[in-house]
């Protein structure tokens, strides 16, 4: 099941707090950036992140969760809500998630 745009829009929302919120759509599932940073995603209209040591602490409750089918677990972000808490919560990840993976060239192609 594809995730909603009605959705996405209401995660965008709650996150207005914070600069440099992306997003890109894959599959009709959605997966948010922050400052860059893939940070986790919208899957069947849930909101789930990565399980960096930070969220783990800071949600120590938070349920596990396939985004789909041969995915790495990620955490279920229950108090979507909460724009404070979605705020200290992305705060608290960014400096624990990977940097970008720098894109790579594509080849040219010459033709003689």
């Known amino acids: 099941m594809a995730s909603s745009k009605e ?3 209401f995660i965008l929302e709650q996150l207005s707090e914070l600069e440099e919120i992306t997003y890109r ?3 009709g599932e959605y ?3 922050y400052r860059g940073k893939i940070i986790g995603g919208i899957y069947d209209d849930r909101f789930l992140v990565k399980p960096v ?3 783990i602490a ?5 349920k596990y969760e396939l985004p789909y089918g041969g995915a790495k677990e990620m955490l279920l972000v229950d108090d979507v809500d909460n724009k ?3 705020t200290g919560l992305f705060n608290s990840m960014y400096d624990e998630l990977p ?4 894109k790579k060239e594509s080849k040219q ?3 003689y």
């Not at 800071?58 to 938070?62: D, E, F, I, Q, V």
């Not at 940097?99 to 720098?102: E, G, I, R, V």
């Open 7 to 9: 959705y996405l829009n």
């Open 25 to 27: 759509s894959m599959m």
């Open 31 to 33: 997966i948010v950036y």
């Open 53 to 55: 040591k930070s969220a």
């Open 58 to 62: 800071y949600m120590p409750n938070a």
């Open 84 to 86: 404070e808490f979605l």
């Open 99 to 102: 940097a970008p993976k720098p």
């Open 109 to 111: 192609i010459q033709v």
